[in-house]
Nanobody, 122 residues
Framework: QVRLVESGGGLVQPGGSLRLSCAAS????????MGWYRQAPGKGRELVAG???????NIVVSAKGRFTISRDNAKNTVYLQMNSLKPEDTAMYYC????????????????WGQGTQVTVSS
């Protein structure tokens, strides 16, 4: 299986910045898409940002102009640069990856990171 390790969360003041990282380890797989979800207490899980194998990106409306998603193919790592953070950005952030294994080329598999907490408060 593919394992995901997340890092970069923490406590910041409003207007501050954080960069989340998610590294995928394993073998014999190719990445179709990577993304970040978040879930605040009492709310559902929300897609924040995604990036496809072709490099196209999408950012949730509330974070447009503030968040940027990127990837490093050599390191199998996806990043989420978060600027101008607001209290409403406070949530547990989860990395998501969709892969295809060479042994099962016709099927996609989805994996989740363990989550990293982002808290924006003064």
């Amino acid at each position: 299986q593919v394992r995901l390790v997340e890092s970069g969360g923490g406590l910041v003041q409003p207007g501050g910045s954080l960069r989340l990282s998610c590294a995928a380890s394993g073998s014999l797989f190719s990445i179709n898409a990577m993304g970040w979800y978040r879930q605040a207490p009492g709310k559902g899980r929300e897609l924040v940002a995604g990036i496809t194998s072709g490099g196209s990106t999408n950012i949730v409306v509330s974070a447009k102009g503030r968040f940027t998603i990127s990837r490093d193919n050599a390191k199998n790592t996806v990043y989420l640069q978060m600027n101008s953070l607001k209290p409403e950005d406070t949530a547990m952030y989860y990395c998501n990856i969709v892969v295809r294994f060479t042994a099962h080329p016709t099927r996609e598999y989805t994996y989740w990171g363990q989550g990293t907490q982002v808290t924006v408060s003064s």
